[in-house]
């Protein structure tokens, strides 16, 4: 069964750091394109980030919101993508969910459970 | 990159057929085939239901269809069934810095 698992999330204060771990399973990791969408409580997807396979030297991009503080990241040895934030913000409260894209697709499949990430002082 | 304009709900009565539309523009939508479509019920992740504007992956039900026009984008789901009650979000492909777009969502309500 194809699966992904996200981790660590929890709650941070403004200005400060989280790494958020996506363990996959069951799916040729090494040829996909992961990638990380967020959700605000109540409000609609936003794509996050994208990091490309090793075949496409691990390009990644970023959304506006998030350039420069957000880096995202893989190990392919361990099947798993990362998302380091910084420099954390108010609005960055969401639910986290990451999602793969199959080599030579277009479209996110499957989808992780998501984890939650809320930043309060 | 803004996201793509989806009515904010439609409703329809089981049986009835119903379209959600999204708009975007000739960078996104209306540039590339790549549009697709994800269904998502309260409290869980997204479930892809239409890929490449018009394809169905395997499980999911034939009640579900897509199209495109021009910059948009629709969404048709036939033979409404309470199960289809969910929020629905498109996304397309942009080929710029932020490769990939979502629409704005819409609650689809069975009566």
């Known amino acids: 069964e194809v699966q992904l698992v996200e981790s660590g999330g929890g709650l941070v204060q403004p200005g400060g750091s989280l790494r958020l771990s996506c363990a996959a399973s069951?799916?040729?990791?090494?040829?996909?394109?992961m990638h990380w969408v967020r959700q605000a409580s109540g409000k609609g997807l936003e794509w996050v980030a994208r990091?490309?396979?090793?075949?496409?030297?691990?390009?990644?991009e970023y959304a506006a919101s998030v350039k420069g503080r957000f880096t995202i990241s893989r190990d392919d040895s361990m099947t798993t993508a990362y998302l380091q934030m910084n420099t954390l913000k108010i609005e960055d409260t969401a639910v986290y969910y990451c999602?793969?894209?199959?080599?030579?697709?277009?479209?996110?499949?499957?989808w992780g459970q998501g984890t939650l990430v809320t930043v309060s002082s | 990159q803004s996201a793509l304009t989806q009515p904010a709900s439609v409703s329809g009565s089981p049986g009835q057929s119903i379209t959600i539309s999204c708009t975007g523009t000739?960078?996104?939508?209306?540039?590339?085939?790549?549009v697709s479509w994800y269904q998502q019920h309260p409290g869980k992740a997204p479930k892809v239901m239409i890929y490449?504007?018009?394809n169905r992956p395997s499980g999911v039900s034939s009640r579900f269809s897509g199209s495109k026009s021009g910059n948009t984008a629709s969404l048709t789901i036939s033979g409404l069934q309470a199960e289809d009650e969910a929020d629905y979000y498109c996304?397309?492909?942009?080929?710029?810095?932020?490769?990939?777009?979502f629409g704005t969502g819409t609650k689809v309500t069975v009566l």
């Open positions: 996304n397309s492909y942009t080929g710029g810095t932020t490769p990939y777009v």
């Open positions: 490449e504007v018009s």
């Open positions: 000739s960078s996104d939508v209306g540039g590339y085939k790549y």
């Open positions: 990091i490309r396979s090793k075949g496409d030297n691990y390009v990644t």
């Open positions: 999602t793969r894209q199959g080599s030579g697709t277009s479209w996110f499949d499957p």
């Open positions: 069951g799916v040729a990791f090494s040829g996909s394109v």
